[in-house]
């Protein structure tokens, strides 16, 4: 199994995310992935870091689709992976209604069809470097105007890999049709099922198999012996997913725990959370939840969920670190990557 860390560019002082990066790489982590939502772009911190990192790969996790032409998509990645050393990994997402239409003013309409769109287009993009697509979302050039299709400038590069991150069945079905990785999100390693099901179904009808899939989940990590008040700690970020993550009708983080066995609770925490009783939400999230879901606890517990990730079919373990500095976020990393060795 390999380790990944997800950073936060907004969440700290830069120069100590960059150390911390630095120090991540020496530890042996394989990937760092870089997120995108509404504070930091991700291109930025990821160019700066190949700067500061030789062996680690470095992956947008995730570019929001929406947000971006696809061909601007495919010259950010072309040009990350020059810089990089071909060390780089093109995650991408729809987002949601909330983001795409709040902060970025773009509908959020037919996310199925505009992101295997933009997939198709930047696989044509970095194979071949012409910007030529008629879809029916996208058309390049623009029909009925003076523009002609172009050539990029900058060599292709057809070997950069495709990560989506998807929860819904359909987005799962047409990530296993035509990515090379999952990036997931609200995991429930028991229920594995509710998504690898859609991901193999995508993969066959692509003459592909789930085997061909990285499956690259991620969850926080953290060590201690008083489980319940870790457990208490967490219950407000899990109620902000379930219930604040979209809207009253449309949060596909709810949807996908309810899927994995916890409708009844993923319910009531979001009818309290847009009622604005968020305590009484948080309190609502059963600890259950916050278990399956995380990688916290004691070291055996922690250990015994690695080995269930492992048997769900995981590949890569994205790693979120607790701890107050970057001495403790490495430390609490040092501690998942012993772990992990001990379970492979």
Known sequence: MRVAIQLSAEAAPWPDLVDYVVEAEKLGVDICWVAEAWGCDAPSPLGFLAAKTSRMLLGSGI?????????????????????????????????????????HGVPFAHPLGRLRETVEIIRQVCTEGRAEYQGRHFQLPLPGGDGKAIRLSQPVNAAIPIYLATLSPAMLKLTGAVADGWLGTSFVPGAASAYLEHLAAGAD??????????????????????????????????????????????????????????????????RLWVAGKREQAAAAVPDELVLATTLIGTEDMVRDRLRQWRAAGVRTARFYPAGETVGERLATLGRALELVAETS
């Open 63 to 103: 570019l929001q689709t929406g947000s971006r032409s696809p061909v601007l998509v495919a010259m950010t990645a072309l040009t990350l992976a020059r810089i990089s050393g071909n060390r780089f990994l093109l995650g991408l997402g729809a987002s949601g209604p909330q983001v795409m239409e709040g902060l």
């Open 205 to 270: 009808s692509a003459g592909r198999t789930l085997d061909e899939l990285d499956i690259c989940q991620g969850a926080e990590v953290a060590f201690g012996d008083d489980v319940e008040r870790m457990v208490a700690a967490r219950k407000p970020g899990l109620a902000f997913s379930l219930g604040g993550m979209g809207s009253a009708t449309s949060n596909f983080y709810n949807d996908a725990y309810a899927r994995q066995g916890f409708a009844d609770a993923a319910a009531e925490v979001q």
